[in-house]
């Protein structure tokens, strides 16, 4: 395999973000301090700095923050309101975690850094919104207004949300133009992790997501693109992303998602076309899960579904979102039992068959540390073929350890499926099959 893909067949854009914007994307409540992890993990291997690099087939993609015009493309601007306002935050830093006090601690010492994005905000709440509610001048925060915008809960409102929602939609946003200003010499890869918040939805937070990056990044490429695939393999079904496009032709969504009674977001289930409507119907398709989804099921999948069925609709463009809650060792859910090895492969085979320019986002996945890794390994494997990652044993030596506060020093040491036995049988993936109408 190796000797197939050290050919240099990629183009391969990175965002990597600055330390002091890691720590923004770190106060993410559900998943503090992943982006820092991540990029250590990413520099511990070279894959941060192309200067630095033995490869010469990245480059770091530079990014932006998110502008309210751009935001505006999907959001609406009532919510976008709440979403950006300054608030006190002196009022808020009572409900933080001690990570995310730590993070702020350390965000508070890097002033300069702060003026400036303070600037880039501002420059952007200085735009006329065209809000209904024109009651958010102060920051009394009323529970039924953060409510009716999901605010609550598991989307709370932290410090520095405003740069959050702007950095996440602001690199994703940033991919998408690099990866339509490349020629065709190559197959472009363009790779941003902190993307793929595929939850949220136009005027609602839900799910961790504040922000549909996705969609945005979707409706961007939509300019140069002609027709856009989208493949979710999030352990949660899609949802946000195939509602944005449920009247579109040319954007075909297929979630693969963990499915059972109560489980959340509870849509996508059922198996075949799950959404679409008018010219959009037959373009929105979901794949629900079961227990114990292994390796080689993601690898079936696909091989003979997805792949074919994208093939089928003609895509000249991919979008990959690369949750990793399906991970053997997610810490928040037990249902799949995916390796970073069996799921890295995977994603690699299936974009390398594909052959269209393609955009790699992140997602949930709730052991940060293995997740971390997860993203780290992708990375490695379009960077620097499979031998090479596949080949990484120990932790690189100069990740800050009373952040990832690892125990093990080896890099594959929790990368083992568990015995739980796949219930997504061949039966099952023959019905998968059949249901898609490929044969
Ligand atoms: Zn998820």
Sequence with gaps: MSNEINDEVFNIGIVNLSEHDSLIIDLLPSNENRSTILHQLLKGYGLYNPLSSESESFERVKYDYATLVQLLNFHDSGYLVELLKERNWDNYTNDLSKHQSKILDKLKLKKNQIASDRQALSSCSSLEFDADNDDDNDDDDDDSRLEKYGLLHDCPIFPFLPQYVNLTAGTTISATEWLMNQSKDKQNIAINWTGGRHHARKSKASGFCYVNDITLGILNMRRRYKKVGYLDLDLHHGDGVSGSFKFSDRVLTISLHFCDVGFFPGSGVELGDGGGLGKGKGFDWNIPLKKGFSDSSLDWILSNVVLPKLTQFGCDSIVVQCGGDGLCSDTAYSEWNLTIKGYGLAVFKFV??????????????????????????ITGLFVNGAEKSLGWNLMPDNIDDEIVNFGEFEFWANDQPSNMQDRNDIEYLNLVSNKFNLS
């Design 352 to 377: 390398k068959t594909l052959k269209v320019d393609c955009l790699l986002l992140g997602g949930g996945g709730y052991n940060n540390l293995e997740t971390a890794k997860l993203w780290t390994f």
